[in-house]
């Protein structure tokens, strides 16, 4: 829990919401890694595995998702800076029920990128639903056996740059 008399760096003494300024502080290298999954029923893990969904490549289509929410973070989060990204890499761990996706980010700049690799995450993982929802999809149209979960960040780095 924090320490109620810290400041409240988005928003002002009257409570208006603000961007923090980072104007001041140095440039660092920065690196986020976010992970997440999509539980799946196992008939549509092996389409998945066979290339025989019919919208096409899940897993690459939910890598350019990934990326793309990668750069376009700053336009879906409120107060999140525009950084530069330097680099993004996404990693599919396909199991018996479920798909994995880790993504990790790097940028040079004032502020971290841990947002950037959760947007990637659960873009990759929404974009794995919206091309698998046709076989996911019970009799009653609703999805029981499909959810995203356990999104998170497993690990964010901050180095001087040399």
Not at 29 to 40: C, K, M
Not at 50 to 69: E, S
Not at 134 to 160: F, I, L, Q, W
Request: proline share 4%.
């Amino acid at each position: 829990m924090s320490d109620p008399d810290d400041e409240l760096t988005h928003t002002t003494a009257d409570g208006d919401v603000q961007m923090v300024d980072v104007g001041g502080k140095p440039d660092t290298a920065r690196r986020a890694v976010a992970r997440g999954e999509i539980r799946l029923t196992p008939s549509t893990v092996e389409a998945i595995r066979a290339d025989g969904i019919a919208k096409g490549d899940v897993l690459a289509t939910a890598r350019i998702g990934a990326i793309g929410a990668v750069k376009h973070t700053w336009e879906t989060i409120p107060m999140c800076h525009q950084i530069p990204i330097t680099n993004a890499d996404t990693e599919f761990v396909v199991d018996d029920d479920r798909v994995e996706l880790t993504v990790a980010v790097e940028t040079t700049g004032k502020t971290g990128c841990e947002m950037e690799a959760l947007e990637g995450v659960t873009t990759g993982l929404n974009v794995v639903w919206d091309m698998v929802k046709a076989v996911e999809k019970d009799a009653d149209g609703g999805y029981p056996d499909t959810r995203v979960s356990d999104v998170e960040v497993v690990s964010k780095e901050k180095r001087e740059l040399d």
